[in-house]
Nanobody, 114 residues
């Protein structure tokens, strides 16, 4: 199982980024996919999840600014991040969850700074 994130980088406050996570070695369509983040000195936290039926769930801190989506044909999950704030700075991790199994990507750095 391999999850590869991309799309991170440095952006100014108020800007946008789109993260992608390409999955291989899994039957992508049966997994709930998610994005988590970990800021320096803090625990990893949920950002957003999307079920096999494309129901999404968001952390309160990102509601209305971030959108998670998935393309089962491309085995890819996306996180569109708008109106970014400095407190969104973190390493963002992709997660695939099915029953008791969890798989993680290596993470991509997002830095929001002027």
């Amino acid at each position: 199982v391999q999850l590869v994130e991309s799309g991170g980088g440095l952006v100014q406050p108020g800007g946008s980024l789109r993260l992608s996570c390409a999955a291989s070695g899994v039957i992508f369509s049966i997994y709930t996919m998610g994005w988590y983040r970990q800021a320096p000195g803090k625990q990893r936290e949920l950002v957003a999840t999307i079920t096999t039926g494309s129901r999404s769930n968001y952390a309160d801190s990102v509601k209305g600014r971030f959108t998670i989506s998935r393309d089962n044909a491309k085995n890819t999950v996306y996180l569109q991040m708008n109106s970014l704030k400095p407190e969104d700075t973190a390493v963002y991790y992709c997660n695939a969850h099915f029953l008791g199994s969890d798989f993680w990507g290596q993470g991509t750095q997002v830095t929001v700074s002027s």
